[in-house]
C-alpha cells in the first residue's frame, strides 16, 4: 500500500502506519471502535475536507517510511505476545491511572463545579467510564485471554467457538467505553481548560487527554488485530 485514498480504513492505516493514529485523533477521526468504515464515511458524514486529510496523511506517511522508525508489526506477533502487550501496557496504565485521575475530577468538580456546570457531566461519565474499563479489563484477563493463549497452543473448533462466545460482549463494551470518551471531549471542547483555570484544571485536562489517546490505541489493537483475527 503506497498512497492511502478514502476508500482504506482507518484501521487498516494504522496497522501499516501506527502513527496515523496521532492525525486520526487530531481530527477526530474513529480509529478503534468504528475504524472498519472507510474514510469516505467519514468526510461525508463529518464534512471533513477529503483532499487536505488525505494529503496531511500521505506526507506523514512519506516521511515516516524515509526516515528510522522501530515500529512493532502486532499483526504479525503470537496473540499471547500482543496479549502481554496489552496487559503490562494498557491495562497496567489503565489500573493506576484511573483511580489517581478520578481523585482529580473530583477535585475541579468540587472546587469548580458552580461556575462551570459542564463538570458534573463529566464526573458523572468518567466515573461511568472508570467501572466499565475496570470490569471490562478483570472479564479480558480472567476469561477471554487465558483461552486465546490456550487456543494458541492447542487450537481446536470447539475451543474457538467458546472464544467467540466469551468474546461477544468485548466489543459492545469498547462501543461504550467510546462514546464515554467521546462525550467527555466534546463537553470539554477538546479538553482544552478554559483560560483561568487552575494548575489541577489543566493537569486534570491533560491526563484525560493521554487517557484518552492511550485507550484508543489499546482498543485497536484488540479489535482491529487481536480479535480480528479471530473473527
Known amino acids: 500500500m503506497g498512497t492511502f485514498t478514502a476508500e482504506h480504513t482507518p484501521a487498516e492505516i494504522v496497522k501499516l502506519f501506527p502513527k496515523a493514529s496521532d492525525l486520526f485523533k487530531r481530527r477526530r477521526i ?8 472507510p474514510l469516505s464515511e467519514t468526510f461525508t458524514k463529518r464534512n471533513l475536507n477529503e ?3 488525505l494529503t496531511e496523511l500521505n506526507d506523514a506517511y512519506d516521511t515516516w517510511q524515509n526516515s528510522d522508525h522501530d515500529v512493532v508489526d502486532w499483526s504479525a506477533v503470537h496473540p499471547s505476545e500482543l496479549i502481554d502487550h496489552i496487559v503490562s501496557t494498557h491495562h497496567a496504565y489503565l ?3 484511573l483511580p489517581a485521575l478520578g481523585k482529580f475530577v473530583t477535585k475541579i468538580l468540587r472546587v469548580h463545579g458552580e461556575k462551570h456546570k459542564h463538570l458534573q457531566e463529566l464526573h458523572r461519565l468518567y466515573n461511568e467510564f472508570k467501572v466499565e474499563m475496570e470490569e471490562h479489563m478483570i472479564k479480558e ?7 486465546i493463549k490456550e487456543y494458541e497452543k492447542n487450537p481446536s473448533e470447539e475451543l474457538l467457538n467458546h472464544i467467540r462466545k466469551a468474546n461477544g460482549g468485548l466489543g459492545d463494551e469498547h462501543v461504550a467505553a467510546g462514546n464515554f470518551l467521546k462525550r467527555m471531549n466534546e463537553i470539554t471542547n477538546g479538553f482544552e481548560p478554559p483560560i483561568d483555570a487552575c494548575n489541577s484544571y489543566r493537569i486534570t485536562y491533560a491526563r ?3 487517557m484518552e489517546s492511550d485507550t484508543y490505541e489499546h482498543v485497536h489493537l484488540e479489535n482491529n488485530v487481536l480479535f480480528k483475527n479471530l473473527a
Open 208 to 210: 484525560l487527554a493521554d
Open 51 to 53: 483532499t487536505a486529510v
Open 95 to 97: 489500573n493506576e491511572e
Open 30 to 37: 474513529d480509529f478503534c471502535c468504528g475504524g472498519d468504515k
Open 141 to 147: 484477563e480472567n476469561e477471554v485471554f487465558p483461552l
